[in-house]
């Protein structure tokens, strides 16, 4: 008889959490996010957050981590991408947890990644560890199910939203959105409209 048995090890299977990876990223609008996910073809989740915009991978590999990592932050400048997984332990009772911060295409290995995990959003060590499936996140998109047209669409109007906001904060003033909380991440059944879209349907309208 080999050991451990297999129907042991099939019960250590069921109660570990399939691994995944998660990415902050330092961009502030959601939506925007989602499709540059689309357009680049960066196979995740994107999940809502106090402090930013989540990616939740399901390819773990460091190089698949790295691929996804260094695509947004070759795009954010100053601000780092940091990138938190579960690691390759096959034992349900250890938790090991990688952290990697990403300058560009620079990527630098994290100490006390646990106390990163515990830093960072709730949701994210909820989804490391298995108690929230990040399908069961209130106000996640999936860029999966997009359209390459529907993804420059979101992301036209992310930018228009951006300029607008910038417009607004030059001129001593706050953005509509701002009046929530996490007004980045809100979901609200009918979001503010866009102002050149109002131009649009009032000329198409004359």
């Known amino acids: 008889m080999s050991w451990p048995p297999e129907s042991l090890v099939d019960a250590f299977a069921e109660k570990r959490p399939p691994r995944r990876a998660l990415l902050l990223v330092p961009f502030p609008d959601m939506k925007a996010v989602a499709a540059m996910c689309c357009l680049m073809k960066v196979d995740a989740l994107v999940l809502p957050s106090d402090t930013g915009v989540l990616l939740c991978l399901d390819r773990t590999d460091p190089e698949d981590v790295d691929e996804a990592a260094t695509t947004f932050a070759a795009m954010s400048g100053d601000a780092p991408v940091l990138a938190i997984r579960q690691g390759p332990t096959d034992d349900p009772s250890v938790s090991d947890i990688q952290a990697w911060e990403y300058h560009d295409l620079d990527k630098t290995a994290l100490p006390n990644p646990g106390l990163v995990a515990a830093n960072m959003p709730p949701v994210v ?34 930018t228009t939203r951006v300029r607008e906001r910038e417009r607004l904060e030059d001129l001593g003033l706050s953005h509509p959105d701002d009046a929530a909380p996490n007004h980045q991440i809100a979901s609200p059944p009918k979001p503010p409209p866009d102002p050149f879209a109002q131009t649009d349907r009032a000329d198409g309208q004359t």
Not at 126 to 141: F, H, M, N, S, T
């Open 125 to 158: 060590e909820d989804v490391l560890v298995g108690a929230v499936d990040p399908w069961d996140v209130e106000g996640l998109i999936d860029p999966t199910s997009m359209s390459f047209l529907e993804a420059h669409v979101m992301l036209d109007e992310a």
